[in-house]
């Protein structure tokens, strides 16, 4: 397993140094981001990186201490991107990212990119919505019915996409098993994908991933480096875009914000740190160590 695990320390004391990553790829993208930070991207998932996974989704907020590590960082990078499954609005108010001094460069891509929130205009662009979607928000209940998913299972209406809660069932994972499949047919008929994520399948529309959102930012900024922080199978594409860009000559660093729900990215990352605290020393001990 690629991985070093962050000690947990109490987030207001230094941040300590940067824990060492365990393959060269990682090595040589963490030497590249601190030798010229200004060249830059550093881009992060929001749900189990920035903020702690919780029952309810509408009540995540990010770490307390993420602002203030996000402030102390991104003046000293090329850009600092927040990537997201949610709407790019729900993220920026549950990240209280605007208006924040410091965060000028920041954007939120949400829905996976097919949203854009940037600080210095603090508007949304964003597509016009899948027609499969409007099909699915009509025939999700009767499948959920259906497939007795009952009491505890819920469905979060993302606007361009759809989710599937079962984190609050009486049997979270056997309710998750059991509605991935017909989830994924009524996905199908309506030319929509489902993304598996901790406890949730997501319907969606195909052809935006995390990967293709942080190569289309990473392209449009010109940065030269780039560091990805996720913690669930919806981040592995953006995993993947790094590999790739590793391959091509472009210093790149994998980051697992750790879980035991989700093993896969901790098993490809180049290092693994305790949760959003653990993300939260990182980004501290980054500002501090780059000039």
């Known amino acids: 397993m690629a991985s070093h695990q962050d000690p947990t320390m109490d987030p207001h004391s230094h941040p300590g140094p940067l824990p060492t990553p365990t393959t060269k790829p990682g090595r040589d993208g963490l030497a590249a981001i601190l030798a010229h930070p200004s060249r830059a991207l550093v881009a992060l998932d929001f749900d189990g990186t920035l903020a702690p996974i919780v029952p309810d989704p509408e009540q995540a907020r990010a770490h307390p201490d993420a602002l203030p590590a996000l402030t102390a960082l991104a003046p000293k990078v090329a850009a600092v991107a927040v990537i997201t499954g949610r709407p790019a609005d729900v993220a920026v108010r549950y990240g209280g990212f605007a208006g924040v001094p410091g965060l000028e460069h920041l954007v939120v891509l949400g829905h996976y990119g097919a949203e854009r929130w940037d600080a210095v205009s603090g508007e949304v662009t964003a ?50 098993d059991a509605l991935r499949a017909p989830l994924t047919d009524l996905a199908t008929y309506h030319g929509l994908i489902v993304e598996p994520g901790r406890l949730v399948l997501e319907l969606r529309p195909p052809g935006m991933d995390k990967g293709v959102a942080l190569l289309d930012y990473l392209r449009d900024l010109g940065a030269e480096s780039v560091l990805y922080a996720g913690d669930d199978l919806g981040d592995l594409p953006a995993y993947t875009a790094i590999e790739n860009l590793r391959s091509t000559g472009t210093p790149g660093l994998l980051v697992c914000s750790g879980s035991e729900e989700v093993t896969e990215l901790s098993e490809r990352a180049d290092i693994v740190v305790d949760g959003p605290e653990g993300v939260v020393r990182l980004l501290r001990a980054l500002a501090d160590q780059s000039t």
Request: cysteine-free.
């Open 127 to 176: 597509p016009d919505p899948h027609p499969g979607v409007a099909a699915v928000r009509v025939g999700l209940p009767g499948v959920l019915a259906d497939n007795s998913a009952g009491q505890g299972t819920w469905i979060e209406d993302k606007g361009h996409a759809l989710a599937v809660h079962t984190r609050r069932a009486a049997d979270p994972q056997g309710t998750f």
